[in-house]
Nanobody
Framework: QVRLVESGGGSVQAGGSLRLSCAAS????????MGWFRQAPGKQRERVAS???????IYYADSVKGRFTISQDNAKNLYLEMNSLKPEDTAMYYC?????????????????WGQGTQVTVSS
């Protein structure tokens, strides 16, 4: 059982920046997908960004392209650098891990999830 712990959320004004971090309890394999998801009240969960264990395969949702940057180190720690934040970025952000389809991390049914960290952007 992989435990994931997010940190770095908070409140910021529009145009500001935040950096989210996610620490995994163990390293398993580089053949893994790591992703950041978010869910706002009343909305469906959205995959914001994902990256594979090699750091090569990276995906961004259209809504965050050019503003957010996902990165990882040693397939154990995951980060999300968020710049030019907008009020519509307000949500609970979750990190997630999965190894079932590591060659293409553009799916949503990840196996392991963190507890989430709140990001609030005010206008």
């Amino acid at each position: 059982q992989v435990r994931l712990v997010e940190s770095g959320g908070g409140s910021v004004q529009a145009g500001g920046s935040l950096r989210l971090s996610c620490a995994a309890s163990e390293y398993r394999d580089s053949k893994i997908c790591m992703g950041w998801f978010r869910q706002a009240p009343g909305k469906q969960r959205e995959r914001v960004a994902s990256i594979d264990g090699t750091g090569v395969g990276i995906y961004y949702a259209d809504s965050v392209k050019g503003r957010f940057t996902i990165s990882q180190d040693n397939a154990k720690n995951l980060y999300l650098e968020m710049n030019s934040l907008k009020p519509e970025d307000t949500a609970m952000y979750y990190c997630a891990w999965d190894g079932s389809r590591w060659w293409d991390c553009t799916y949503d049914d990840y196996k392991y999830w963190g507890q989430g960290t709140q990001v609030t952007v005010s206008s």
